[in-house]
């Protein structure tokens, strides 16, 4: 259940437009903690996210997940602000 939960909410993030090659999920427990460490690797490109949560561990999946797109979201808004740059500069 929880692994293809991870493979559909994973299919959506290659809309940032990165094929994306691999993906690696740890779960755990550690005491009262669950725990998620979501390694995403792609063409020239590896996120991690990790996190840790007292409720559950969908909860702990979730913002792992949120980490891991907040970076894709900020390295295609770098590439999509520097083509802009060149395009204006451009004669």
């Known amino acids: 259940m929880l692994e293809e939960l991870l ?39 590896n996120l991690v996210g990790k996190a840790k949560d007292r409720q559950d561990m969908l909860t702990c999946m979730e913002e792992a997940l949120m980490k891991v797109k907040e970076q894709l979201h900020r390295r295609e808004s770098k590439r999509v602000e520097r083509l802009r740059r060149l395009a204006m500069h451009r004669p």
């Open 7 to 45: 493979r559909s909410k994973v299919e959506k993030l290659e809309r940032f437009g990165h094929k994306l090659l691999s993906i690696h999920a740890i779960f755990g427990r550690e005491r009262y903690f669950y725990t998620a460490e979501i390694t995403l690797v792609a063409k020239g490109l």
